[in-house]
């Protein structure tokens, strides 16, 4: 794609002349027996290639006489073919990459020396992500040797950086999403009620993603009662009870670009008035939080402004006694916002940098609240713009009027 080939180039014209490029897709990672984990793709190298695949090298040079863009794949294996299927064939792979040279990896250790000395290269620039299990760069590094005379340098900020910044196309990838995640969670809806398990209802959802062939962003959470105060919790094995509130944080995720959506419903359809107390003040987090979104200011004011809110409401309901910081600790301890794109908790948004516009974030207050059984976090996918913010995933269902409704059409 159009896209791909458009990344490439922004990033070659950042890098310094007489550099090479070595980006590696992943490999697979061995699970139990014969037994392999699911593949994901390594999310900077797809970024830049749209391909999909393990053991796939992304090799780019820099070089004022000629530049250089080849990807490397593995050679087709016969007996592999009939047991897992065929690996990316050479077509397939210039097709989704535009990259005209796709060769095999046997050429590869041969093909970098012969353009670090043709070419006399000076630098290498490898995306060297610190995860102890995936130094992809450090062990490309390792493997070819001559590679070690060169100057390292790093690549990974500079694409991260990139992916902060998202084009069009991927605001529509994970517009498209969010609105598969809308569909699911009205799945749940409609079969929601009291004595239901947790793991039913994310059946619904997953029904909803299988049927539109996409995968899931992250594991769902589906938290009823009082589970719903463990901010992970990912079991879904307890059955809900009447008037208890039920927790979902969950999302699809198109081409490989991310949902995160938390929505937090009485299992019967009916707010309680402490339910409905709390729900309204984490609702009005969100939207203060929301509100103040526009290009300059940083996630660390956002989530300042969540405690802020809290602060005086916790107060207000009888939460806390001292409108302390502290206290509001107490309930909510996680932040507001992350940012969203190929990965749910993005890249290339830190914590006291300024947003930009095209940055998308999460905003997601909650509250946890132990001894009264209840936990709500409200989360939405908010696109910064130019003079503000739009809420990307602002047709799913949210306010209480909203909900009660919809529960009291269902019973009609
Ligand atoms: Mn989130």
């Known amino acids: 794609m159009i896209f791909h080939k458009k990344k490439r180039s922004e990033l070659l014209a950042q890098i310094e002349d007489k550099s090479i490029v070595l980006l590696s ?7 139990s027996a014969d037994e392999n984990y699911p593949f994901s793709v390594n999310r900077n190298f797809y970024y830049l290639t749209g391909v999909d695949e393990a053991d796939v090298i992304l090799l780019m040079i820099k070089n004022k006489e000629q530049n250089v863009q080849e990807l490397y794949i593995k050679k087709p294996d016969l007996m592999m073919e009939k047991w897992v299927g065929k690996t990316i064939s050479k077509e397939e792979a210039k097709t989704r990459s535009m990259i005209d040279n796709v060769l095999y990896l046997d050429e590869l250790s041969h093909n970098i020396e012969e353009y670090v000395k043709n070419y006399g ?3 290498v620039y490898i995306d ?3 995860n102890e299990l995936f130094r992809l760069g450090q062990n490309l590094l390792k493997k070819f040797s001559v590679l070690k005379r060169l100057h390292q340098a790093d690549i990974y900020h500079m694409i991260t950086k990139m992916r902060a910044i998202k084009t069009e196309e991927e605001i529509e990838a994970i517009k498209k999403a969010i609105s598969i995640t809308d569909k699911g969670i009205n799945r749940m809806l409609d079969v929601m009620q009291t004595g239901i398990y947790e793991n039913e209802l994310e059946a619904y959802f997953d029904h909803e993603l299988k049927d539109q062939n996409v995968k899931r962003a992250f594991t769902t959470i589906a938290a009823g009662g009082n589970r719903a105060t463990v901010l992970h919790y990912i079991d879904n094995d307890q059955v809900i009870n009447d008037n208890e509130m039920v927790l979902f944080d969950l999302g699809a995720a ?3 670009y991310c949902a995160d959506i938390s929505r937090t419903f009485p299992i019967n359809g009916v707010f309680t008035p402490r339910q409905k107390e709390i729900y309204e003040v984490v609702l009005l987090a969100q939207k203060n939080v929301i509100a103040a979104i526009k290009p300059g200011v940083t996630l660390a004011q956002l989530q ?6 809290y602060r005086k409401e916790l107060k207000r309901i009888g939460l806390i006694e001292a409108d302390s910081i502290e206290s509001v600790r107490k309930y909510y301890y996680h932040g507001v916002s992350h940012s969203l794109g ?4 993005d890249v290339g948004i830190d914590r006291d940098e300024p947003l930009r516009s095209g940055n998308i974030i999460t905003v997601e207050p909650g509250l946890y609240i132990e001894e009264e059984q209840i936990g709500i976090r ?7 713009t130019d003079d503000g913010a739009t809420v990307l995933s602002d047709m799913i269902i949210k306010e209480i009027i909203d909900i009660e409704n919809y529960f009291r059409k269902k019973k009609v």
């Open 254 to 256: 198109y081409k490989h």
């Open 342 to 345: 190929l990965d749910t908790h």
């Open 25 to 31: 897709s992943g490999t697979l990672i061995k699970k």
């Open 128 to 130: 060297d992500e610190s």
């Open 378 to 384: 409200i989360e939405d996918d908010v696109l910064v």
């Open 304 to 309: 300042d402004i969540t405690v802020e809110t």
């Open 121 to 123: 290269l000076k630098n």
